[in-house]
């Protein structure tokens, strides 16, 4: 048997279960309550997989990343991710510049936000993971994790929600929206969402006039910032009852969290904030078929 005991996020959490379902078929979940997840696997999901203990003798998995498995390797190129890759931050930088400036749109570049830094003590070498690369990803990797991540069933009341709202709401012109701020942890705050607002400015202007934008995100007053910019009209958003500040503070707040996951999962566009797992798991939860702009 083997445990999954990921602590982060919800993201982070369905990540590792799902590597875990690869790692044994006999898979379990030690899904933590604690003071940023205070839902139980249960009240989240139908999957009956959840312990309350490690088992005696069970092995565990903690990981947010996804598994590379020996028989992966040959599926994977050396020095693939630029997420947390190995790479020297010059040498990325003139990379990047190089696509920018020749207009040779390789696509290794293309989620290249410098410098990527993120989770490199966790980061192979020779940079042999798929984490955060959504469409660079090989189809080999799309087709066994996606068999995974389908084996994920939520909650019907959960998913009658999602339902009634994407029916309504969600068609081909809407694009799905994912900002996170970081506003528990200032250094990323400064590092990464401050820049990358001017990036997803970009992303939104550019998009057509009948376009709209279904948004998710970890502050209240982002939601309110692209109200104000652009209109009511444009700007969808699923009507949580709980802040979106202390989600984490209720169950129903984290119910609210798995909402409007599973609804970025319905567009066939999304605009994702660098380094969220939160929209990854979206992205694989939607069968991986949306395209993907990382800002």
Known sequence: MIVSTETGGLGNR??????AMRLDTDCRVHWAQMAHMPAALGD?????CG????????????SWRLEILPED????PAGFATVGGGAHPLVRGLGKAWWNLTGRRSNRYRYMVFPKQHSRRSSRADARHIDLEYERIPDYFRRVYGDFFARIVVQPDILA?????????IDDRAIGVQVRTWRDDARRQRKYHVPA????TRLMDSAAPEERFLVVSDSDEMIETLLAAYGKQRILQYPRTTSRATSWHSVEGMREDLIDMLLLARTSRLYASYLSTFSEAAWWLGGTRAKVWVF
Not at 44 to 48: A, G, I, S
Not at 73 to 76: G, S
Not at 161 to 169: K, N, S
Not at 197 to 200: E, N, P, V
């Open 197 to 200: 607002m001017k990036r997803l």
């Open 51 to 62: 312990v309350e203990s490690v088992p005696e003798g069970a092995r565990v998995h903690r």
């Open 14 to 19: 369905i990540k590792s279960w799902v590597s």
């Open 73 to 76: 390797e040959a599926h994977l």
């Open 161 to 169: 929600r999602v339902e009634d709202f994407a029916q309504a709401r």
């Open 44 to 48: 989240l999901f139908v999957n009956e």
